[in-house]
């Protein structure tokens, strides 16, 4: 059914239930640090086989099928990367990226803390890292054997090495710079 509602507004289906977006645009700051760590990844990305996405992009995440019917689960994360091509369809991707970045937003932080962790975790999705604007801090999980493991809490002046992208690193001191 999701696939076919005509809305307006940005919605997520997590396990079935439906997730509003805020009802207005990200904040200046969100869109900035979204930018800046796509533009990262996308340059890094240009000469390896994966894929970089930013939202509004369907992510499905399949439990038993990967018929449209059967998913009770479609997010729209601000980031993510596809190293698996088969994954790709024409209306986004249907499976676990292999790294998701959300920026939080007010109001959004128990879906992105509660709800998302949990499916992504379940879904197999190796690495999920947590811009915390406001903070201006970095917190990421890595899935090892089933579980996330958290990192430490990054901070400006860290550099992030991903573990689901070899030798991509994301300097914070490049994200946080100059954001009044």
């Not at 640090?33 to 890094?44: E, H, P, T």
């Not at 399949?62 to 997010?75: A, F, G, L, M, R």
């Not at 932080?109 to 379940?122: A, P, Q, T």
């Amino acid at each position: 059914d999701y696939l076919t509602w005509q809305l307006d507004e940005m919605v997520e289906l997590i396990k079935g239930k439906v997730f509003r977006s805020a009802a207005a645009a990200p904040r200046r700051i969100h869109q900035e640090i979204s930018g800046k760590v796509f533009n990262k990844l996308f340059n890094f990305l240009e000469k390896h086989p994966c894929k970089v996405y930013v939202a509004p992009f369907d992510v499905r995440l399949p439990v038993k099928s990967k018929k449209n019917e059967d998913i009770y689960t479609v997010v729209q994360p601000d980031i993510c990367v596809i190293c698996d091509k088969s994954k790709l369809d024409v209306m986004g991707c249907i499976g676990a990226p292999d790294l998701i970045v959300e920026i939080l937003s007010p109001g959004s932080n128990k879906k992105e803390l509660k709800n998302k962790y949990e499916v992504f975790e379940e879904s197999g999705v190796q690495e999920y890292w947590i811009i915390h604007p406001d903070e201006q801090t970095v917190m990421t999980y890595t899935l090892t054997t089933g579980k996330y493991i958290p990192s430490r809490l990054f901070t400006s002046g860290d550099v992030i090495e991903s573990n689901s992208i070899p030798g991509y690193r994301l300097d914070l001191e490049y994200v946080f710079k100059d954001l009044d």
